[in-house]
């Protein structure tokens, strides 16, 4: 089998490099290939809806919540509707998990594939012409194909994904995933109307000097993570926090630091979702050489209970993430 962690050159148009990826295993059968060409599509049609958002009235809340209680947004909602709809129209999932939808939305049970997926994370900076990002994982199914999804299919830990990536809607559009064989980056061309391969197998310093945490919660932190956030201060490390997780992550992602949602009195049990979003970049920070964790437990180790349900998150550089643990342990 090619080891396909060589480099391609940078500039491989997306749809190229997915399938020399695909050639690479003996026993693909082009689904999965054909899923992430699904979701790179529907994140242009995203990445076009956020640039016009101002001009066509989709920046405004819509006076409803998602499954966490949270306003949603108009662009929450048509983000949601656009990546549904792709992957319901695709039929390459048996089952869709998403932050938008109270219930497992199931699509076509003769597929093998599970996506979980956030399809537009930081909604706080949806309106103000910040960053933000849309974030998926994705699962093979347990049970049988052509059978209905069950909840193991739906609950499995992190370290069952078989892909998992995010696109961030920044300065530019980028397309970060994995398959489990290192991380790599696609930079999107708007005039082009295309990704191209723009950060090869990327690694996160083992070090850092950034850290991201919402210090204005930081009164009600154990004193562990107190104490941690002490210790990045008498380092002279930068505090960072831009407020949408993907932007956050990929600063980290290339130039070293660590990101934190840990407990508060608000979200005692913090307020990231395990299934679509820490295990998502936890996934990408491992294959990057970096770490994730609750304060405890390995991220990708977590079994969850409920698809919606809530972690602490550490995650970032090796290093970082250790002495944090170590910290509030
Ligand atoms: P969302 O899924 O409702 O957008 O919430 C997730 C976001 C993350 O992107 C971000 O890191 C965090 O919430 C910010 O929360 P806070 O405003 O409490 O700092
Ligand atoms: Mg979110």
């Known amino acids: 089998m090619e080891d396909s962690r060589i480099a391609m050159p940078i500039g491989t148009a997306l749809d190229r490099f997915i399938k020399?990826?695909?050639?690479?295993?003996?026993?693909?059968?082009?689904?999965?290939?054909?899923?992430?060409?699904?979701?790179?599509?529907?994140?242009?049609?995203?990445?076009?809806?956020?640039n016009r958002a101002g001009l066509i009235n989709l920046a405004g809340v819509t006076g409803t919540q998602n499954t966490g209680g949270e306003d949603q947004k108009e662009l929450d909602i048509l983000a949601n509707i656009r990546f549904s709809r792709a992957l319901t129209k695709g039929g390459e999932v048996c089952a869709i998990i998403s932050e938008e939808e109270e219930e497992i939305i199931e699509v076509n049970n003769n597929s093998s594939y599970i996506i979980a997926i956030d399809p537009l994370?930081?909604?706080?900076?949806?309106?103000?012409?910040?960053?933000?990002?849309?974030?998926?994982?994705?699962?093979?199914?347990?049970?049988?194909?052509?059978?209905?999804?069950?909840?193991?299919?739906?609950?499995?830990?992190?370290?069952?994904?078989?892909?998992?990536?995010?696109?961030?809607?920044?300065?530019?559009?980028?397309?970060?995933?994995?398959?489990?064989?290192?991380?790599?980056?696609?930079?999107?061309?708007?005039?082009?109307?295309e990704y191209f391969l723009s950060h090869t197998n990327m690694q996160i310093p083992d070090g850092g000097k950034i850290y991201s945490v919402n210090e204005g919660s930081y009164h009600s932190f154990t004193d562990g993570v107190k104490n941690y956030i002490e210790d990045c201060r008498d380092n002279g490390f930068s505090g960072r926090y831009i407020g949408s997780l993907v932007a956050d992550f990929h600063r980290n992602l290339l130039k070293g630091g660590i990101y934190i949602y840990p407990s508060t009195?608000?979200?005692?049990?913090?307020?990231l979702r395990l299934v679509y979003e820490c295990n998502t970049l936890a996934f990408i920070a491992e294959q990057a050489?970096?770490?994730a964790t609750d304060g405890v437990n390995r991220i990708m180790d977590i079994i969850p209970t409920d698809i919606h349900q809530r972690a602490p998150f550490f995650i970032g550089s090796k290093e970082m993430v250790e002495r944090a643990k170590e910290m509030i342990g």
């Open 121 to 193: 994370d930081g909604s706080s900076n949806i309106d103000v012409n910040v960053s933000i990002g849309t974030i998926f994982s994705i699962y093979r199914r347990i049970s049988e194909v052509g059978t209905p999804v069950t909840e193991a299919d739906v609950l499995q830990p992190g370290k069952n994904q078989v892909a998992a990536g995010y696109i961030l809607y920044g300065s530019s559009t980028m397309l970060v995933f994995t398959t489990g064989m290192g991380v790599n980056g696609f930079t999107y061309d708007p005039t082009l109307g």
């Open 289 to 291: 050489g970096g770490l």
């Open 265 to 271: 009195a608000a979200n005692p049990t913090g307020k």
């Open 20 to 50: 020399s990826r695909q050639e690479a295993f003996a026993f693909a059968t082009g689904e999965l290939s054909q899923l992430l060409r699904d979701i790179a599509l529907s994140g242009k049609v995203v990445n076009r809806d956020i």
